[in-house]
């Protein structure tokens, strides 16, 4: 059950996350729940490395010949690449977000519904005239 | 040393002009853009010379393998990888000097983005790694926002720009959630490495794991039902931004999803289902693009549609899964860089000029604009397969491919898909250049215009790229021993175990010798003959539609009433697009799952 559990919440945290993109009224809320939806790929990772009774991998701190376990330094540090890439992602979304802000003077995605009709589709293209 | 120059020189040189560029004056920010992207090209050059005789493998910080095993992270240099990244650059260099004159009001911020974005997907395309390609995914997606959000063309449709950042931040997470569960099975992140663990790998994993990744790749390459956020963007960036977003960026999608399945899945036979599904997404892919292009009136996404269409041709090459047609489809891809890259640039001649890239506001003023009109023939023709452009070999090569393994029906899917979109670009030309047909209704009330429009001449800066790019795409297939060439590529590119032996244990190959696919045949082009034909059946119809007799009226009507819905489900809704995110990923695992 333990064992289970830790892929159980990242799974979980990645389904809310998405639902609340879905569901969203309003693009901030939306690029949060995008950052939520993120935060399952962080349990995910260290769920990986976990190694069972294994402790933290500062190998300055272990005696060279203890054998102690370490969980795995590698998902950590992709892990913390992910949690740069992360911060990236949200603050260029939101930046665009108070663009739309500024331009249109509106937030939720359904009054800003109908890109292609505003694109200079027609809709009485065919017949000409 | 050299893919590690060739990936350092762009990024030093946009850090250099994002400290100190805003002292310089423009011609030096421009000539040190340009510079910085050619010395690139010319690294990537020697590199592809030198992958000739075997891949080129670099070990970043030297930590190279022992007996197999690998600690370090790879930069992997194939021919076909090469040859990508090194279009990324000749395509860059085209927008650079496209946007001398073009943007007359930017600062160094956007030659520096530029710079990095060329060192994103060069990266991408170069690295032997999953986690670094993750990271080269998200730096290219995050330049990309940038530069779509940044002068935005058309500010009131500027939350394309967020649709396109969260559903391709989306996919990039679900890539990231696909390799950490690679990872968890075979401890390791290098492309070769995995393959190697992947033996004893549970069936459950493998799935999800392929599923996972080849979404984030899939999302970039605008594959149906993920191609939502492409034409979006495309509407709002800037054009020259638009030529390396179409040209090479979405393709890149494409080319990860192939170097995924060769270099790491094929080996253990880890994905049996990739044929049939990247099958299925690619005829769905291209028909739905190429339909919506013909529908479109707004230039940019009439060409961004027709990008997505010959994505969906360019998966349906490589879900043949063999070097033959992954060969044509390498000719087309360079073929359709060119052509696309041109058309997007003589659209940017378009907007400078008339501030305006709607079909209907342009009918019959662009024929001042002459370079920008023949730019429009050509690329036309170039798209509707016109011997012996580059569209046309790789189509022809690869229908040849599908043959062989009875695939009869990518024949009549190429010509369906090309002469719609080539048939949308002519149409274009007619409406626009040739001032053919009747004007549109609402035309005459934006004519009060006109005159406060300068009517300087277009300079050569903006001119020249794009001719030289539709010349170079229509005599792709003339080129000698090219087609020899991608052949010798595709082939070194499907064996995964000369892959992994290259990188695994410095194993160095010349290049197998292929033979290249067998153009001049007379159903080539007839083919071909046919396809242009049919193009201009397509772009006539669109003109002089009216002129039909009544019934056939009546067509047009049903053909739109049957669009509507499609239409309506393009509506830059975030939430819908997500939605349909998630619909492909269950439908991608559906055709992963063993059933005949």
């Known amino acids: ?129 | 040393m050299i893919v590690q120059a060739a990936l350092a020189v762009p990024v030093l040189a946009a850090a250099v002009l994002a400290a100190g560029g805003r002292w310089a004056p423009r011609p030096v920010v421009d000539a040190l853009a340009a510079l910085a992207v050619a010395a690139t090209a010319v690294l990537l050059g020697w590199t592809l010379a030198e992958a000739r005789h075997g891949t080129v493998v670099e070990w970043l910080g030297g930590w190279r393998p022992r007996g197999g095993v690998s600690n370090g992270i790879p930069l992997v240099a194939d021919p076909f990888g090469t040859g990508l990244a090194l279009l990324v650059a000749v395509l860059a260099l085209a927008a650079l000097v496209f946007s001398w004159r073009y943007f007359t009001e930017v600062h160094a911020a956007f030659h520096a983005l530029i710079l990095l974005f060329v060192a994103g997907m060069c990266g991408f395309a170069l690295t032997g790694d999953l986690f670094d390609q993750f990271v080269f995914f998200e730096l290219m997606s995050v330049i990309a926002y940038v530069l779509t959000g940044y002068l935005p063309e058309e500010p009131k449709t500027v939350h394309g720009a967020l649709g396109f950042g969260v559903v391709n931040s989306l996919g990039a997470y679900l890539t990231l959630t696909g390799i950490a569960i690679l990872y968890s099975q075979t401890g390791e992140l290098g492309l070769a490495a995995i393959g190697g663990g992947l033996d004893g790998a549970p069936g459950a994993v493998r799935l999800a794991g392929f599923v996972l990744v080849v979404t984030g790749f899939l999302v970039k390459a605008a594959a149906v039902p993920f191609h939502f956020w492409l034409a979006d963007a495309h509407a709002v960036a800037p054009t020259p931004v638009c030529v390396l977003f179409s040209g090479v960026m979405v393709e890149l999608g494409v080319y990860a999803v192939a170097r995924l399945y060769w270099a790491t899945f094929a080996g253990a036979d880890a994905a049996p289902g990739t044929s049939r599904s990247l099958a299925v997404l690619g005829v769905a892919t291209a028909l739905l693009g190429a339909v919506l292009c013909v529908a479109q009136r707004h230039v940019k996404r009439l060409l961004a549609y027709s990008t997505i269409s010959h994505v969906g041709l360019l998966l349906v090459g490589v879900a043949l899964l063999d070097g033959e047609s992954l060969g044509g489809a390498a000719f087309f891809l360079l073929g359709h860089a060119g052509v696309k890259a041109a058309l997007f640039l003589g659209a940017g001649a378009l907007l400078n000029h008339f501030q305006s890239v709607d079909e209907d506001e342009l009918h019959g003023r662009g024929g001042t604009l002459r370079v920008t009109t023949w730019t429009f023939l050509a690329g036309g023709l170039v798209l509707s397969g016109l011997p012996p452009s580059g569209l046309w070999a790789g189509k022809s090569a690869m229908e040849t491919a599908a043959g062989h393994q009875g695939w009869w029906w990518v024949m009549p899917l190429g010509l369906v898909t090309s002469a719609l979109t080539g048939g949308a670009v002519l149409r274009v030309w007619l409406h626009v250049f040739r001032g053919a047909g009747r004007p549109a209704r609402h035309a005459h009330a934006k004519e009060g215009k006109e005159t406060s429009v300068t009517l300087s001449a277009i300079p050569w800066t903006m001119v020249s790229p794009g001719m030289l790019l539709t010349a170079a795409a229509l005599a792709l297939g003339a080129v000698p021993g090219l087609g020899r060439a991608l052949a010798s590529g595709a082939a070194a590119f499907t064996d995964g175990s000369g892959y992994a032996a290259a990188v695994l244990h410095g194993v160095r190959t010349d290049v197998p010798a292929a033979e290249g696919p067998h153009l001049l045949e007379v159903k080539h082009l007839a083919v071909g003959g046919l396809t242009v034909a049919a193009a201009f059946a397509v772009a006539a119809v669109g003109v002089w539609g009216h002129l039909l007799p009544r019934p056939l009226h009546r067509v047009q009507g049903w053909t739109r009433t049957a669009l509507a819905p499609v239409r309506a489900a393009h509506s830059g809704h975030l939430g819908d697009y997500v939605a349909w995110l998630v619909a492909g990923v269950a439908l991608l695992a559906a055709f992963q799952l063993p059933w005949k």
């Open chain 1, 1 to 129: 059950m333990m064992d289970v559990l830790p892929y159980a919440v990242a799974a979980w945290i990645l389904l809310v996350g998405i639902y609340g993109v879905v569901t969203s009224r309003n693009l901030v809320h939306a690029v949060v729940c995008l950052s939520v939806a993120q935060s399952a790929t962080y349990v995910l990772l260290l769920a990986v490395g976990y190694r069972r009774p294994g402790t933290a991998p500062v190998f300055s701190d272990i005696p060279p010949d203890a054998r102690t376990p370490t969980v795995d330094p590698v998902v950590q540090a992709m892990t913390l690449t992910d949690i740069v890439v992360g911060a990236t992602v949200t603050a260029l979304l939101l930046a665009l977000a108070v663009q739309v802000a500024r331009r249109r003077g509106t937030l939720d995605p359904d009054e800003l519904r109908s890109l292609e009709t505003q694109a200079g589709m027609s809709e009485e293209s065919e017949p000409r005239g």
